[in-house]
């Protein structure tokens, strides 16, 4: 049985891919196609979370290309995915935990909510990881061993 008081900043992803608002879409969809995650929180300035772009977002913005993969084609798609930022497609409403909340209170966000990546912030409200459905589900089947 896993300790549910264990912290967010024992399990959190510390190393977070971020883009900021007026990235392109050109930019997501390269770390996205690099990486194998599935959320990338948008940060302003300062380090503070305005919205998220989830893999699903992306693909939504990716289903009203066009299928053909003429060199024409391939080049409108590059050309919308150059034109599009990320504000115009991220999420605005925005949960975040802090590095010193527990497992059980990400446990509860995640059950009453839809969303599957939650970003983790410091007092100043800066970004300091990210933690996810996937990692909850890491810590709660880890080997016994690997809990001491």
Known sequence: MFDRTTTI?????SEVFFVHPDDTMQRIDEIFRMHNIHHVPVIDQI??????ISKSDYLKVLHGFT???????????????????????MTTQ???????????????????NLFHAIPVVDRDKRLVGIVT????????????ALLQ
Do not use: C, Q, W
């Open 9 to 13: 900043a024992n399990i959190m992803t």
């Open 67 to 89: 299928m053909f993969k003429t060199a024409k084609s391939e080049e409108y798609n590059k050309a919308i995915l150059r034109s599009l930022l990320a504000s115009e497609v």
């Open 94 to 112: 925005v949960a975040s935990l802090n590095p010193d909340d527990t497992v059980d209170v990400a446990a509860g966000y995640f059950r009453e």
């Open 133 to 144: 459905t996937f990692d909850l589900l890491n810590f709660a089947f880890m080997e016994p």
């Open 47 to 52: 380090g503070h979370v305005v919205g998220i």
